[in-house]
């Protein structure tokens, strides 16, 4: 289909719709194996996240799905279909939901908006088995930009709040890392999340490499050859490789020896860095094995580790849509993929608590 043929009818609305109830099915399945994995790992405590998006996912997508509804012409079965395999009929209407529906039910979610304060406050005591990091409107790079940081956030200002600027998103989400940090509690983060933490250990972030518009929609992505030994050595053996959905135009550029570089896209851009591991006071050689178990016994005795993407795990299920918006492209919704990597990612994440706490 053409950008300009919106009609979603006959033959093709047949397959796309039984093919996409059959890639949710997958998706549902294997997220549920995952989840199990959390759960198990949580050992019945919560789990923090750290929301920097002012809920804009939820409304972005929101704004796309209602397009798709006017044009009719078999898209609003389409919709439907999704919401009903994914969210219970309903649209998530806050970044809650969704990362409740990537975690699953069994798992509580203590959620702290970034704009609530510059701290944890009276959470500080609360003992969390993991933390996630979501992803935001902010830029990294505009907050040490002296003209740039003083730019509104998008959407900073809506519920009531006062307008933020890049250097405030910023600050206040690098405080409550630093203070996740300290506390060695393990991190799972995205997008914004992702660059932030890179840099806080010694990366730079900028531009993608590969262009402004170069993490736009579904990417394929694979473990690096020294992911593979280091996953191993964790006791992670399943092998990395899928299809993600990212939205971004910034990247960590150049990683620092405090972080090790875990994944790569192998199509589009290649020259950007898809997910990172990075652990506190610590330094990665190179050598897989002998980081390996550097950072077996680094996590063994509760200090802190960041497992972060520059992809969307949280919306692997309604991936097409995230390309759709990008793109605006409608055979978004007529591509053949696996959805594997947010399951693994998860199964990855739980190794690595259950490891913290002596499993």
Sequence with gaps: MKKHEHHLQGRDYD???????????????????????LREAADDKPFLLVDATFDRAAKWLRKGSKELVAMNNGWSELLALYLQKLFCGEFPDSTLKIFQHYVGPDIQLVKHDVRNSTG?????????????FSGSAANVSYAFN???????????????????????VYRRTALLYEQISELGIPVQAMCFGHQLIGRE???????????????????NVEQTAYAGELFAGLGFTEKMEGVVPAYHDEAVTR????????????????????????AANFAFTGDAKLDAGMLKAHIEDGRHVALTTQYHPEFEGIMPFVEFQATG????????????????????????IKMRQGA
Excluded: C, W
């Design 201 to 219: 250990h010694g990366g730079e972030v900028g531009r993608a490499p590969d262009g402004s518009t170069a993490g736009l929609g579904m990417r």
């Design 255 to 278: 990683p620092s020896h405090r972080s090790a570089v875990v994944l790569r896209s192998t199509d589009q851009d290649p020259g950007t860095v898809y997910g990172m591991i990075h």
């Design 146 to 168: 002296e003209q740039l940081s003083r730019l509104r956030v998008r959407g900073s200002e809506t519920d009531g709040y006062k307008v933020l600027n890049h250097a405030d």
């Design 15 to 37: 397959r796309i719709m039984d093919e996409t109830s059959a890639r949710l099915e997958r998706h549902t399945e294997s997220l549920r194996e995952a989840q199990e994995y």
């Design 329 to 352: 492209d409608f055979d978004s919704f007529d591509q053949n993929y696996e959805p594997q990597m947010a399951a693994l990612m998860l199964k990855l994440f739980s190794a690595v």
């Design 120 to 132: 944890l406050n009276s959470m500080e005591t609360q003992e969390f088995s993991a933390a996630f």
